[in-house]
């Protein structure tokens, strides 16, 4: 394998002779290798490259040395084989140098030290060896070493790392505890270059047996423990052993030293950490050995352990005494704080200071980590995650678990597929003999079938002497009873004990810690324990619906748990809860009958006298409309505190949704659908859902796994921005501009723009505001605050102000698509939109300031606008069978958009332009006067025809006329189907032809979307 995933490329080549010298069982070689130069060295035929070296290892699943010939075709000058893997007739065939070694798995590793310049060697390495804690370890000793000031680089389980010379940390997930030999020597070297002084590096068995660490030497070694973990690969606990002492036989400096954690035996034999004592004094390696015993070196005098952390009395050689008093939770943790500080001392550094930094440290993600749940009103239990798999290691974290204080301790866990058969039953043994209530789901069941797993597990559970029970159990457990669930899905598991556990209760979910996947038949899914928890945390219950709604419970079920949020009794499923909403033209009350038997067991309801006899939770609350933004808001305070997303509120009379869209757009670049995070990390409005019922549906769904909401806030008389404020309480405010739009309800502009203003008004003093520059009106708004202020214009006076993104040098190409120069801050790009309409480039500029707000790069900005799309009926670009082209901005409608839409058909290529528009509507006493002004536009903007229909058609004809257009070339239609009847005798009179460009716009209301199918259908 090439590694190439951080840094810079491995660019030196070099001579195969001084890389044969590094191989001691070398069998045959060529007389004539001096010449060949060597610029990749790489395991894999699939990637290999010109003048590669490939090494061909015999696999599981697969022999390398089956595709000797397509590495060669790949670019290899070198191959090296297994001696008798091919016959001489085979190896004179083929057009590259052939090595012969005794073992080509053992000479990849030390291939890859020689070809890498053997980068160990310039930094102090410590190696971590045991079947539990490697991983906290390391991380003990990583963070305190940075406190000290150490340059580091980490190697293990959770991920590669390492800092920078400036402090930066450059990281990557970890598919292999011990990455295989060619990655690791890339990784060291990357180290090294980058001025890493101390490596701290987890060995696995399969790692030290596999030979991927060549003749690597450590300064520091360290044996945490060993217990029965992959008999299916080393086949006995005595293979397994004498696989992990490999690090002290074979990769130890002579002057290096041992760290042995002292544990007392529970496996046949001799104490395996006594072994690796005798071991290293025969070797001979200095050791130290810490631990409770009598003969340790650093001994553990006293120590104490609760929900809170950990408190613990060391003693070293010389007598003197330190105490650590940690945040980590578990007995164990307590071994692991001892041997880091054994390392740290080992090393040389301060041990009264070492002792203060470890106290502070945090561990490893995903060890006995608690996970931080939504408040409920009557309280949650207590949850932890850890990455305990194996028998000891659940032991042990289950008997920690057991010591604090608690009501009950509830065991969430299952066995990987695929692997050791032998400790499922033991391990199901185990967390029925520790824990209260045992429930037995899936960990990664690969290709195994999940339930025989379950199976596997249960007997040790059922040796034990546990009933089973139903999840129903849980809610009606009494004190003293015990009892083991089987669960199909970990999901649903996780759910079942985050969502019925107590206050007082202990639960853990053990077996996969930081691992953020799920192996199921040869799939790789997201799925990450504690998310899962958190998420199970935000489900409603009772208490909560009462909570968020300030209601009244009026009628009580046996039911205190629910599913999602309801208003529409069509769409309602089993569990919900449905909010009966009341309107001009609807009362859901009319359908609480419906809702029941759609499978709503909760109703929110404002009239009690009209509730159907049910078995169903009722609460009474004042204002159903009300509730529904109480209930959105309380949401998303809860999710809040877990995930930090960033909430955007924007409002405008045009181009608020295009806006949204843009900044999702760009937000969905930064973050992306990926195998290794969650799906859908982007939400946004859906649709029209901009009012005071849509926004809190839009809002509802919002969970952990979401970083950013997008809200689009619409409205339609004073009041309604602020209460949309209220529930989306945004971090950043956008309004993209104030025009004469539902002036029916505001009277005038200026009271559109106190209404629009209502955004700012209500928001945060520290959000941020996204201010148009080009729009009088809202920068008067934004003088009335002190928030930061991110400016955006098109036009030169906007760009005079202080602004931090503007365009210029703006044009379309033949096709009406937008180009023009965008700035951010102090860079800029030529810009391509895939999008029509010159209104756009203020809406982009307004979207690249809501995301530079959002702290968004500019690079990823720039993608995000490229990778745009307008949606269906806004700016649409459409082409008949006949080749008409057409501009369906049909959405919706009013003076300032239609203005745009006109004068982007006016600047569009084409021997004819014909405008099909209707009434836009909302605009009160104002409606004539505006509607003659879209006629002078239209008539400016160089149309050769205008359909119009709707109740102020005339007044646009008037306007048109006014300003020179021929009223024979302009209808008013009262029937909106006709005008698909003079389009097609333009067609058929040449008037209008293949490639000449035509607009419908108007009000939604007015439903032209209809005539753009009618032309699609018929022209």
């Known amino acids: 394998m090439i590694y190439t995933e951080q840094g810079t490329e491995h660019s030196q080549s070099i001579p195969l002779a001084e890389l044969i010298a590094s191989l001691p069982n070398l069998v045959s070689a060529p007389v004539l290798v001096d010449s060949v130069m060597i610029g990749e060295l790489c395991d894999d035929s699939r990637v290999v490259g010109p003048a590669s070296l490939f ?46 070694v005794e073992d080509s798995r053992a000479a990849l590793g030390l291939l890859a030290e020689a070809f890498y310049r053997y980068p160990a060697t310039e930094m102090t390495m410590v190696g971590i060896t045991g079947t539990n804690g490697k991983t906290t370890v390391s991380y003990l000793i990583e963070q305190t070493l940075r406190e000290i000031g150490v340059q580091t680089g980490v190697i293990g389980t959770v991920e590669y790392r390492y800092i920078l010379r400036d402090g930066t940390c450059v990281s990557q997930p970890a598919p292999l505890t ?92 001799e104490e395996p950490s006594a072994r690796v004592t005798e071991l290293c004094r025969m070797l001979p390696i200095t050791s130290i050995v810490c631990g409770a015993t009598e003969s340790s070196d650093v001994k553990l005098t006293g120590h104490d352990s609760t929900l809170a952390g950990v408190r613990c009395e060391l003693v070293d050689e010389k007598g003197h005494s330190y105490r ?26 301060d041990k009264a200071r070492c002792a203060e930094l470890l106290g502070r440290a945090a561990g490893a993600p995903g060890r006995i980590e608690p996970v931080r749940l939504a408040g409920k009103p009557d309280g949650q239990p207590t949850v932890v995650v850890d990455y305990a798999h194996t028998p000891d290691a659940l032991e042990k974290v289950l008997g920690a678990l057991k010591s604090l204080e608690h009501e009950r301790l509830i065991c969430v866990f299952g066995c990987g597929g695929d692997r050791d058969e032998l400790k499922r039953p033991l391990m199901g043994e185990i967390a029925a003999r520790l824990a209260d209530i045992t429930i037995v789901t899936d960990d990664n069941p690969r290709r195994e079938d999940p339930a025989s797993i379950r199976r596997s597990v249960i007997e040790g559970v059922v040796r034990a002497g546990l009933k089973r029970r139903s999840a129903d159990w849980l809610d009606h457990y009494q004190p003293g009873e015990s009892g083991y669930i089987e669960i199909d899905g970990r999901g ?21 810690g930081h691992e953020n996947y799920q192996i199921v038949g040869s799939e790789t899914r997201f ?52 909010v009966a909403l009341q309107g001009d033209q609807f009362d859901g009350h009319d359908f609480l009958e419906n809702a029941i038997g759609g499978g709503a067991r909760c109703l929110v309801v404002s009239a009690v006298d009209r509730l159907p006899e049910a078995d169903v939770v009722c609460i009474q609350v004042m204002d159903t409309l009300a509730a529904l933004g109480d209930l959105a808001r309380y949401r998303l305070d809860r999710v809040r505190p877990l995930s930090q997303p960033v909430v955007v509120g924007l ?18 670049v930064h973050w992306p659908d990926r195998a290794d995070q969650p799906t859908g990390r982007v939400l946004k409005t859906v649709g029209n859902f901009n009012n005071l019922i849509g926004l809190p549906l839009s809002l509802l769904p919002v969970s952990v796994q979401h970083r950013i909401l997008v809200l689009e806030m619409g409205m339609n008389r004073p009041g309604e921005i602020a209460r949309l404020a209220q529930i989306g309480d945004p971090d950043i405010c956008c309004i993209t501009n104030v025009q004469p739009a539902h002036l029916e309800g505001l009277g005038t502009i200026e009271g559109v723009a106190a209404a629009k203003g209502e955004l700012f008004e209500r928001s945060r003093t520290n959000s941020v505001h996204v201010v148009n520059l080009d729009d009088e009106h809202i920068v008067g708004l934004s003088k009335r605050y002190s928030n930061k202020v991110i400016g955006f214009a098109v036009t030169s006076k906007g760009a005079g102000r202080e602004t931090v993104v503007w365009a210029e040098n703006v044009a379309t190409d033949d096709d009406g698509h937008l180009n023009f120069t965008l700035h951010v801050g102090k860079h800029n790009t030529e810009l391509y939109l895939h999008t029509l309409g010159l209104h756009n480039v203020s809406n982009c500029c307004a979207a690249a300031a809501i995301a530079h707000a959002a ?32 501009l369906n901005d049909s959405y919706n409608a009013n003076p300032a958009s239609m203005a745009s839409g006109l004068r982007t058909l006016g600047k569009l290529p084409a021997r004819t332009r014909m405008a099909v528009l209707g009434d836009m509507l909302e605009l009160g006493k104002a409606a004539r006067d505006l509607h003659r002004s879209v006629g002078n536009v239209a008539a400016q903007s160089d149309l050769s025809y205008l359909a119009l229909v709707g109740e102020f058609g005339q007044q646009i004809k008037q306007g048109a006329q006014t300003s020179g257009m021929d009223p024979d070339r302009i209808r008013v239609f009262t029937d909106k189907n006709n005008i698909i009847d003079w389009i097609e005798e333009l067609f058929g009179g040449s008037h209008l032809q293949p490639g000449d460009w035509l607009l419908v716009k108007a009000s939604r209301g007015l439903a032209l979307d209809t005539v753009v199918d009618q032309i699609m259908e018929r022209c």
């Not at 295989?180 to 490596?199: N, T």
């Open 855 to 886: 702290g968004i790069d500019f690079e990823t900005i720039v993608a995000g606008l490229e990778q745009f799309r307008a949606s269906s009926r806004r700016m649409e670009r459409l082409t008949s069978p006949k080749g008409l082209k057409i």
């Open 55 to 100: 090494v061909a290892v015999r696999g599981d699943h697969h022999d390398g040395h089956d595709s000797l010939d397509e590495a060669i075709a790949g670019g290899a000058v070198a191959v090296v084989v297994d001696h008798g893997c091919i016959d001489k007739q085979k190896k004179s065939e083929l057009e590259a140098v052939v090595l012969e």
């Open 492 to 512: 649903t598991a996780i759910h079942t004990a985050v969502t019925r556990g107590r206050k007082g209760e202990i639960v853990l979910i053990a077996g996969k």
């Open 324 to 349: 650590i008093e940690s945040i980590l939770i578990g007995r164990f943790n307590i071994d692991n704080l001892m041997t880091a500080f054994s390392v740290l001392a080992a090393l040389g550094y």
């Open 178 to 269: 011990t990455p295989d030999p060619v990655k690791l020597q890339h990784l060291l070297r990357e180290m090294a270059d980058s001025g890493v002084s101390h490596v701290i590096m987890e060995a696995s068995s399969h790692a030290l047996q596999q030979y991927r660490l060549g003749s690597l030497k450590f300064d520091l070694g360290i044996f945490t423990n060993l217990s029965q973990d992959h008999l299916d690969y080393h086949l006995t606990m005595d293979d397994y052993f004498m696989a992990k002492i490999r690090l002290f036989t074979h990769h130890m400096k002579a002057d290096g030293t041992a760290v042995i954690v002292a544990q007392q035996s529970n496996l046949a034999g």
């Open 527 to 578: 799925f990450d324990d504690m998310l899962c928890a958190q998420q199970s945390s935000l489900a409603w219950d009772l208490q909560s619906l009462i909570t968020a709604t300030g209601g009244t419970l009026v009628r009580e079920s046996g039911q205190s748990r629910f599913g999602e949020i309801s208003t529409d009794t069509r769409t309602i499923s089993e569990n919900d809860i449905f």
């Open 651 to 668: 409002t405008g009379s045009c181009g608020k949704t295009t806006v949204k869209d843009m900044a999702a757009a760009i937000f969905s």
